[in-house]
């Protein structure tokens, strides 16, 4: 097996010498480009083997096998030349794209209608290819090792100023697709899907639990969906679905779902089964996306126009599972009429709250995970109580951090505990973990879903945010104390005078 952090590295190294790229995000631009080349033309050759009558929708000379394989092959101005003159204009512009090679060729032209070679040099480039060409992607440990290698490329996005791309932890995704358990002709979407973790993780999972022969795969291929706006995701999650022997990923889409029409042209044919995602929060979509959506939900805040698209297009008694942080829980305005709105036409079962550190080092942020079936408005309202989950650090854990992940092996108290939807979760119990708030009391807060575990007493948290809700809560009071003192006293005065 080769050592493909090692190559990696290797690889980051060459291309520092190279004057025409310009820092990390043109550095894993570049990377990723190459490789997916590497990995489409290693999937082409495992396809022939059990397809006589394969066609590639890549003209013979541009095949990687044809052009980069070869480590004694083009180099220098020669290869420069090639890449900037016949191969990028010809997957930008030029393929084509009806026919029976034609969805095939969509894939390949949307990965590569943002993407572009930065590097100057041929000679540094030949040394790269070299480099990639050590890696046999039909070796199943080498695939595997390359999947671990999104991570450290979402780190590096984040040093490159790229914010709002949070590698979703394995644990994580593991768990929310076992607990939904999207059946295998259930359309699965992820509307902000990344790099592809959710969708990867439901094509294992489905797999797993229901694939027997190739007519179920069929229909599990079918039943995959992504949309991702940002071009560097959108072309590691087209090769990560490859990966996972999605030949041909054309449901993954390069667009943003929020502002691709608007919220009210959303139909029945649009709706989905299942939907899981973790949709970016901290970020502002720009001017004009809001006003696609209906004057009460209006906002620039992603995550929250991300969940009001999510219950839109989940068809009635569809499932979803979505990632979202503590400021969803207690915000108000918008976020209120939202939480209203998701309580009144979905069942809010369950709410997992994780401790700190889930997503280091990308984000200290706390997160949830909210679990909801969409119900149909005869229905309405359809959350009577909604049961929070408190899941704690393993035992001599006080922190998660690269070195020491959340595992999926810590949800199994969760597993054990969760019971069935159809019988109203009747088998589940509180727990020093679990309690359970009615509607009536959550409407009393104004919907504010942050509640706190009753079964643990007062805690000093150090967690800065919390630290600083209650600095400016104490900044309020002293206030107000400053607004009656100086009311007693104008009174005062004016009595004497």
Partial sequence: ??????????????????????????????????????????????????????????????????????????????????????????????????????????????????????????????????????????????????????????KDLQSAGNAGEFYTPRAV?????????????????????????????????KREKYVKNAADEALLVASIHGVEKKALPHMLCTTNMILHGIDTPTQIEHDNMLSRRAYKDYGDADRVHVIVTNPPFGGMEEDGVENQFPATLRTRETADLFMALVVKLLKPHGRAAVVLPDGFLFGEGMKTRLKQMLLEQCHLHTIVRLPNGV??????????????????????????????????????????????????????TEC?????????????????????VSLEDIAARN????????HVGEQISHDPAELLKQYQAQQQDIQSLRDQLKGILSAALSGAN
């Fill in 1 to 154: 097996m080769s050592n493909v952090s090692g190559i990696i590295k290797s690889i980051q190294d060459i291309m520092r010498k190279d004057v025409g790229v310009d820092g990390d995000a043109q550095r894993i631009s570049q990377l990723v480009w190459m490789f997916f080349l590497k990995i489409y033309d290693d999937r082409e050759a495992e396809i022939e083997l059990l397809e006589d009558d394969y066609k590639s929708p890549l003209p013979e000379h541009l095949r990687w096998r044809h052009w980069a394989a070869d480590p004694e092959g083009m180099t220098g101005d020669e290869l420069s030349d090639f890449v900037n003159l016949q191969l990028f204009p010809t997957l930008k512009t030029k393929l084509i794209l009806i026919g029976p090679t034609g969805e095939r060729a969509k894939v390949i032209r949307n990965v590569f209608e943002d993407a572009y070679n930065y590097m100057k040099s041929g000679t540094l480039m030949r040394q790269v290819i070299n480099k990639i060409c050590e890696i046999n992607f039909n070796n199943t440990q080498d695939r595997h090792t390359f999947g671990s290698i999104y991570e450290q490329i979402l």
């Fill in 173 to 205: 995704t593991k768990f929310i697709v076992d607990r939904v358990d999207p059946q295998l002709a259930e359309s699965v979407l992820d509307p902000a899907c990344g790099t592809g973790g959710f969708l990867a993780c439901t094509i294992d999972h």
């Fill in 359 to 412: 997503f280091n080092p990308y984000t200290g942020i706390k997160t949830n995970i909210l679990f909801f079936t969409k119900k149909p408005e005869a229905e309405w309202p359809a959350t009577k109580e909604v049961w929070f989950y408190e899941h704690p650090y393993p035992e001599g854990v006080t922190s998660y951090n690269k070195t020491r992940p959340m595992q999926f092996e810590e949800f199994a």
């Fill in 416 to 436: 054990a505990w969760w019971g069935d939807e159809a019988d109203g979760f009747r088998a589940r119990k509180e727990t020093p973990q679990a309690w359970k």
């Fill in 447 to 454: 919907y504010n879903l942050d509640i706190k575990n009753p």
